[in-house]
Structures are given as C-alpha cells and as structure tokens.
C-alpha cells in the first residue's frame, strides 16, 4: 500500500502483479494497473549514497560504474532516491531500476527485515519478471532463522540486479 497524492495497493497472488488506486468518490480501489512487467533494464538506481564511505568495495565501485559516462552501456544512470523503502520500490517497478540497501561495516547483516520487507517485495518483483537478491542469495530462497531477521537487500530490473551481483561476486575485501 502507498499513500500520497494517490493511494494505490498493488497485489499478487502468484499469477502476476496488478495495481489498484483508491477512488475516493466511491470508496473503492479501481484496476489501474493491470499486469504489470517491470523493465528488463533501466537507467536509474536507488540507494541512500550518504552511507557510501561505510560500504564494501563492490558496493562503492558498483556505484561508481553506475555514475560513470559509457553511452554503449546507456550510463550514467539517474538517482532516484526517495528515501521510503516503499515508495522507491514502486517508482522502480513501474518504470524499472535498482533499489540498494546494502550491509555496511556497522550492518554486517543488513537493515531490512527478511519476513516482512525483502520477501513481500521479493515476491512481488518477480511476479513482474524482475529479480531480488542479498547480493548472493535469491532472497525467497533464504530460510529464516528469526522473525526479525536482516538482510542486504538488491532488488528490481534483472539485468541491474545482476549487474550488482556480479560487482559484488568480484569483491574479494572484507569490510572495513
């Protein structure tokens, strides 16, 4: 569910991701997004960049590829962070993108909550054809071992989801 100028929940039951906005001159959610499909690839990424100095190599240089010009590569890509875990992940799935919530040095095991942030939208992502990891696990197939367990949390667009991946998969330093 988002609030705003709108309020929308978005729903799956395992058969794809639809979209409703509440009319509030009937009281009801309408169908306003019917199937949605989050891009393959995008050029914008989410992430909270005031954490950069306490994040691994992979994370920063990630980051850093992602600022720098390479038109073949279509960089650099846009930041769009909002700051609400939420609200980002929407603007993602609709248009496409990569939301970050990596660990860091003083999160070894990440912020967000397994149960009840990274899987619902974990589930949600892929319903819509995208791709959701802690940077080495699909996170649906992480098997909980507390209710409010952490995790590292990459999710949206495949193809930017794997790119992430694979600058983590090349990081060989430990955090400082």
């Known amino acids: 569910m988002i609030y705003g100028s709108s309020t929308m929940l978005v729903y799956t039951t395992g058969e794809g991701v639809h979209g409703f906005t509440l009319d509030p001159s009937v009281g009801e959610f309408i169908l306003s997004n019917e ?5 393959n690839k995008s ?8 954490n950069f100095s306490k994040w691994s190599n ?6 850093s590829y992602l600022k720098e010009t390479d038109p073949e590569t279509s960089r650099p890509y846009s930041s769009r962070y ?4 939420v609200a980002d992940f929407h603007r993602n799935l609709l248009y496409g993108g990569i ?22 939208l974990s589930f949600l992502v ?18 909980p071992k507390s209710l ?20 983590l998969s090349e990081e060989n330093k430990p955090l400082k």
């Open 99 to 120: 939301f970050l919530y990596p660990s860091d040095f003083k999160n070894k095991n990440g912020k967000l909550r397994l149960m009840y942030e990274a899987n619902p």
């Open 82 to 85: 909002i700051g609400s875990l």
């Open 35 to 39: 199937n949605i499909k989050i891009p």
């Open 148 to 167: 409010h367990q952490r995790t590292p949390l990459f999710i949206g667009s495949t193809e930017d989801v794997l790119l992430a991946e694979k600058f």
């Open 43 to 50: 050029k914008t990424y989410s992430v909270n960049e005031g």
């Open 126 to 143: 892929e319903q819509a054809g995208g791709r959701s990891t802690d940077g080495i696990h699909r996170i649906l197939e992480i098997e």
């Open 58 to 63: 992979g994370i920063r240089d990630f980051i």
